[in-house]
DNA sequence: TTGAATTGTTAAATTAATTTAACAAAAAAT
DNA sequence: ATTTTTTGTTAAATTAATTTAACAATTCAA
């Protein structure tokens, strides 16, 4: 487990922290933060618990922080990459989302666009804001047509589906957690 | 740590595998799983490893399964959570997002809103679209000005600062994983 | 330049996790 | 019915994590 050992250390030297002052804090032995940073141990969970509590880390957020760090905060309009499909084209904010938790899309629906059904099941989570024309969504059993300012969000994993029952086009920024392509 | 143990439990059930076939599957004894379920032991990281990689669920997984399931999709404009703060008003899709991965934000700036200085340093990631008007985005050592149809994306870890710099409002659909508030 | 304090590391001692091996209870098989 | 597996639990044995307490190296003060 050297890798836990190594994101500790980071984690720690970002919150500017002595090995010491991180075991007061933690209420564990200076002796074991250091044997976890160098992987000469297997750390309990318990352990490991207390240390990231006593730096407002979560489990989650632990295991989940392999951040992304290109150094390209910013996208022209004309910057944003295109993925079209059929009736519908969306510009996504960013080109590798690889290494990302955050898709952000701004999508454009033409009349008669219609996904078909559930965009499989992804543990994400997603969500958006209609800025123009009418969008029918479905989710799980539920039907609604949104209109400019109207919003959604549900868990992924529940079936769904988008369609612009209008005769102009359908404008809506969208946003989901993990990328779910 | 039994909350560790029921969620390994209800994994395991999901799988339909009894604790001797899961703890052969993992190399480890059935013992370690039966006291593991009932908190009776502090397991080590590696001991969870080898299970959770048997089941083929990441820690990350393992730990962020917390499904929210409010049956509520769907927010007529009027219904978004309203957030003012200043000069920036922030319309936010869903109203408890405690146990929720994705915050999303219509956001309105007026003339001359500036949010000052780093909104600290979650473990976050945050993206957004600029639909009208003019914003200065601080990121790290980058400024941007962003106008209609540009974007952003960054690690909200990096100190950041948005301002409004023009003389009409500027409206940004936004996100942010975890929530940043 | 000296002494005090703080750093990270590590052997030895202690405590606890993990396995081995046994047990009883329930289900499956003959 | 009765044997045979399979289930989950647990004491005892083993292995390893964790702490205590020491060490040398570095920084800070005076």
Same mark, same amino acid.
């Given at each position: 487990?050297?890798?836990?050992?190594?994101?500790?250390?980071?984690?720690?030297?970002?919150?500017?922290?002595?090995?010491?002052?991180?075991?007061?804090?933690?209420? @564990?032995?200076?002796?074991?933060?250091?044997?976890?940073?160098?992987?000469?141990?297997? %750390?309990?969970?318990?352990?490991?618990?207390?240390?990231?509590?006593?730096?407002?880390? +979560?489990?989650?957020?632990?295991? +989940?922080?392999?951040?992304?760090?290109?150094?390209?905060?910013?996208?022209?309009?004309?910057?944003?990459?295109?993925?079209?499909?059929?009736?519908?084209?969306?510009?996504?904010?960013?080109?590798?989302?690889?290494?990302?938790?955050?898709?952000?899309?701004?999508?454009?629906?033409?009349?008669?666009?219609?996904?078909?059904?559930?965009?499989?099941?992804?543990?994400?989570?997603?969500?958006?804001?209609?800025?123009?024309?009418?969008?029918?969504?479905?989710?799980?059993?539920? @039907?609604?047509?949104?209109?400019?300012?109207?919003?959604?969000?549900?868990?992924?994993?529940?079936?769904?589906?988008?369609?612009?029952?209008?005769?102009?086009?359908?404008?809506?920024?969208?946003?989901?957690?993990? %990328?779910?392509?």
């Amino acid at each position: 487990m050297q890798n836990i050992g190594l994101k500790l250390k980071a984690l720690r030297n970002t919150k500017g922290l002595s090995q010491r002052k991180l075991a007061a804090r933690a209420n @564990v032995s200076n002796a074991s933060i250091s044997l976890i940073e160098h992987g000469r141990t297997d %750390p309990s969970m318990g352990l490991l618990k207390r240390i990231l509590d006593s730096l407002d880390v +979560s489990f989650a957020e632990f295991f +989940s922080a392999d951040d992304f760090d290109d150094e390209k905060y910013f996208y022209r309009n004309d910057e944003l990459s295109e993925i079209s499909s059929g009736l519908i084209s969306y510009m996504q904010v960013g080109s590798d989302l690889s290494k990302s938790h955050l898709q952000i899309l701004y999508e454009r629906y033409h009349p008669g666009a219609d996904t078909g059904q559930s965009m499989l099941s992804h543990n994400a989570e997603e969500g958006g804001i209609v800025l123009q024309g009418r969008l029918e969504v479905t989710v799980g059993e539920q @039907v609604q047509i949104l209109l400019a300012g109207d919003a959604y969000r549900f868990n992924s994993s529940l079936p769904h589906r988008f369609r612009n029952t209008g005769n102009k086009d359908c404008i809506v920024v969208s946003a989901c957690t993990p %990328p779910s392509f």
